[in-house]
């Protein structure tokens, strides 16, 4: 994923300008104790995360040597350095090595399909004690969904974010009690394929989504005729003649 240059000041430490997808995923992280970065790369979000006092500290995890190599490189330069653990490993399984149970968690897994992110959460149990979970799945939101919806995280926000011809999707839960009122009055197959949240957005981002989504349905359909009712329902929520119902704002 492309790096930009290092711009302006804050407090002292220098401010990475970031791409919008890495802006709007630390938007959705917020501020928080310790930041799980799986799925690292070069650790971008984790470096800037903490740099910007949004984390006190961060792990970033990565399965390959030569991304974390140039991540320790930019991290020799950071003044946050103490701060930010690099991990290689496969997956959650990593940070049992590398860390004691913390309160204030943030994971973040970001840039991979939605079947690997629900993959690596179910191989984790509990998603590391997170109480906040932030997912951009290239593709498959529907597995990161069903993964959340069964584990005990409560859907948020879902947000289309655009960078170049690109739609990156945002999927933002956090850890609570009892039923998902996203999902509330919404046959869950529905919300788990089209996105609860994104059904009852007027954003120009979201609706974008979802015409897109409907044209991918649409040629799906034919191939997997199970598809056809929700076809059925984005098209008509495409149109304005059906809306979810209201319960889950
Ligand atoms: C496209 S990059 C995304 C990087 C960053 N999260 C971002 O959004 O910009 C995906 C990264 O996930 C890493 N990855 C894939 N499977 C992994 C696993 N099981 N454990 C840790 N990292 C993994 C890959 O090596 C790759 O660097």
């Known amino acids: 994923m492309p790096m930009m240059n290092e711009i302006g000041k804050q407090s002292g430490v ?11 995923l630390l938007v959705e992280v917020g501020r928080c104790q310790l930041l ?8 971008r979000l984790a470096l800037a995360a903490v740099a910007r006092g949004q984390a006190h500290r961060a792990v970033a995890i990565e399965l390959r040597k030569a991304p974390l190599e140039e991540a320790r490189r930019a991290l020799r330069e950071s003044p946050c ?20 149970a913390e309160a204030g968690r943030a994971l973040v897994i970001a840039g991979v399909g939605g079947d690997l992110a629900a993959q690596l959460l179910a191989r984790s149990g509990d998603a590391a004690g997170a109480e906040r979970l932030v997912v951009q799945p290239n593709r498959h939101a529907a597995e990161v969904r069903t993964w959340a919806h069964a ?23 956090s850890r609570a009690q009892g039923q ?11 919300g788990f394929i089209l996105g609860p949240l994104f059904l009852r957005s007027s954003e120009s981002c979201a609706r974008a989504h979802l015409r897109r989504e ?16 929700a076809h059925a329902v984005l098209a008509a929520c495409i149109k304005r003649s059906w809306s979810p119902p209201r319960g889950g704002d």
């Open 14 to 24: 220098p401010r990475q300008r970031l791409s919008p997808r890495l802006e709007a």
């Open 36 to 43: 799980i970065d799986l799925c690292a790369d070069h650790a």
């Open 81 to 100: 350095a103490d701060r930010i653990l690099l991990v290689r490993g496969d997956g959650l399984d990593a940070l049992a090595r590398a860390e004691s």
């Open 151 to 173: 584990h005990g995280f409560h859907l948020r926000a879902e947000r289309a974010v655009p960078e170049g011809r690109r739609l990156h999707l945002l999927l933002s839960f």
């Open 180 to 190: 998902d009122p996203a999902y509330a009055d919404l046959p869950l197959e529905l």
């Open 214 to 229: 409907e044209k991918r349905l649409r040629a799906l359909t034919a191939l997997r005729p199970a598809l056809a009712a």
